[in-house]
């Protein structure tokens, strides 16, 4: 069986020859770790082995041990942690040093170095692999080892039969892990791995599930392929393969510079650093992890050249005269050019912001890197422990694209089981209903038509890069009526998803062990953030500390928030929307850390432009005891049959300026209704009372437990504006922290409909 390995991974070498080059920006040298390190005193001294003991323990990986020494990884396989570690062959990593040493492809490539950062040396194809090994920078090894290892135990038994991804110790970049399946394409190119764990689809776990003292050992073919390729030189190779099109539409409007970018630089071409000095602990004095760099990462969604072929569109002149058709009239839906007194062109200078080619391809990108099981909150092995939507409710996000001040909504319908991804899909009425405690998301009645299906992604045909992700899509993408008609809805907007450096640092969907391996092991439920991190974020008060509370047990949407802590006094900019009017809501936990602020609204971050939105609010309110809340506890159908089920209670905190929290989620682990509800038209009670009892944000109760939402203002929004918030605590509390977990914008007719009730979710 090892021969047959190691003679398959140089069959690979061709299918893996675009995605093994080095990284941007003078190659390898001089790459800094951002992770702490571990307590070297903290070592096993137990009969039981530790991941290093194992590595050593075998001659055919003792190249990619090297590695780790150089890399200086070596240090935390043998410290207490829970670890996975994917070890390639001798012969895999010589396959792999081979492609690097030789390839060429710099000498075409905007930023790339000779050997890929491997001292030359004449003899090079009479080296034996530890002799390559020699040869390698330490950053190079640095950046091999954080790729290969996990902060978090995965364990290749726990595939539930579907692709996902787990993330690696290389800040933001993950492994897509699966099986090689028994189909034409695995049988033709990898007969001998069908049936094993693939990871990125190319290497196979060969002697999985070793058991360490502190985690786990895979023991792989070859070195795990990974793009270091930027986005926009991924681009082209994929270019030459199906996106021929798409690419050459990329190319003329210029954004293939802009998916260039992967870090946040100063003024001066110098990366930028951020130093928290001691400043980043929690509430118990531990320190926590804070990044001290910011990478930049995208998301292109593109049309394959069929999916163009079946449209009519065969080359890039058919795509123009498609784009004039489709943008030339925007200013009938498209709020801001209006508002502008934009001109869309229609000419051939395509790096115009407003020619309608540019406009097409800008609608594709976002500026938040996303692997496709991470685009939503998704129900996988990796989340199953705190995933915490119920009864049945499909996760949906909101994400500004390239196209200025747009949404792409995506949603992810039958969660559990298929997980489509749509774009843009929308229902009649959805987030409206006439049922009580009935979910709006489901069509097939009279009152939710499905009116536009939306793009389907494709969720098999993605490839990650070094500062994003590809992800083909099957069908045509674009900004226009049924794009707007989709966001005529409850929009609820999860700060981790606006707030694109949680994304892009690969602090959004991460685990506490996952953190905590960044933090050398000490604590990993929290990050802290320096003031300047973010670029939608203003901190007015430098006292203001930022925190994300990543997935747990929180009662939090997605299962984590943002938040400001002490005498916090702040700004964020909020997502623009379609022209309108709205009324924007905020969910906070009533609890005594909460306290007392003032909200405000301006046009800008500048303290001069913002407004006063309503009284000074107090967080700390009990709703027990505060009267001018109008909360009461839902009542369960059993103790009283005339029950409304809270919802005559809900209109009066509604006219007071609150609501109870939705019923979409729970408290992280304490989830305990995952089924949809049963809704029978005989008894408009028989959903209703399932929430009642169950243990979602709506109906779980008690001071410091229960989640509510503060009505904020009622205005009109304007899509060409943007809109800052500011949240100002005014008690000189150090021991205070601001739950920033989303906001809701809601179309006022929607609020005010008198024919149907917004839903509970």
Known sequence: MK????????????????????????????????????????LFSTDDKTIAELLRDRSDLTAFYRILEKGGFDKYMATYGEYTCFAPLN????????????????????????????KEDGNWDNLDVMSKVDLMSDSLCEDIARFHLSGEEHLQVDLDGTTTTWTTMKTGR????????????????????????????VSAIIDGDIEAINGVLHVCSNVIPRSDRTTDDQMRVEGEKDLSIFYAALEATGYTDTLLIEKKYNADGTVKTYDLGTNHNDRDGNPLYYPKECMIKWTVFAETDDVFRAAGI??????????????GNCGAWYDYINEKNITISTGDDYTNPFNVVNMFVAYHILRAGMPIDRIVYEKNKQTDGSWNFCFGYEPQEYFETM??????????????STKNLWLNRYLSNNTLTKKLGLCALGDGDEDHQLIFKGVPVDRDNSVETLNGYIHRIKGILKYDQNAKDALHER?????????YELINNGLRGATPAEVSSMNGGGDGNRVAFHNTYFDNIVCYNPGTLLRFNVMG?????????????????????????????????IIYPPMARGGLMQFYLGNSPKQSDMVAVGIPFDACANPYEDATIGYEDLI???????????????????????????????????????????????????????????TSCRSETGYGTMMLRRIITAQRFEQGKDYWLRIKNLVNDTNLGWSFDFVELVPLDIVNSQSMSEDWY
């Open 3 to 42: 021969q047959i390995i190691i003679n398959k991974t140089k069959e690979l070498l061709r299918f893996v020859v675009y995605i093994l080059l080095p990284l941007i920006g003078g190659g390898w040298v001089g790459v800094s770790s951002c992770t702490e390190e571990p307590d070297g005193s903290n």
């Open 91 to 118: 012969d895999g990593v010589n396959v792999y040093l081979d492609s690097l040493y030789n390839d060429e492809s710099y000498l075409i490539s905007k930023a790339k170095v000779k050997h890929n950062g491997i």
């Open 174 to 201: 993950s492994i897509r892990v699966g099986v090689f399946l028994d189909n034409e394409y695995n049988n033709t190119h990898f007969p001998d791995f069908v049936g094993l764990t693939s990871l990125n689809d």
């Open 314 to 327: 065969n080359n890039f002149d058919d795509l123009k005269a498609k784009c004039v058709e489709w943008y």
């Open 403 to 416: 196209l200025p001040n747009t949404l792409l909504k995506v949603w992810e319908t039958n969660p559990k």
């Open 491 to 499: 929009l609820r907007l999860d700060s981790s998803t606006f707030l």
């Open 553 to 585: 047990a929180w009662r939090a949407h997605n299962s984590d928030q943002f938040q400001g802590w002490d005498v916090y006094d702040f700004a964020i900019k909020l997502p623009h929307v379609p022209t309108g009017d709205y009324e924007l809501r």
């Open 636 to 694: 369960n159908r059993a103790d009283d049959e005339t029950s409304d089920c809270g919802v005559e209670s809900d209109q009066r905190m509604h006219v007071r300026g609150y609501m109870r929290a939705p019923a979409s989620f729970s408290r992280g682990t304490y989830n305990s209704v995952t089924d949809p509800l049963s809704y029978s038209p005989d008894d408009i009670y028989s959903a209703a009372s399932q929430i009642i009892g169950s």
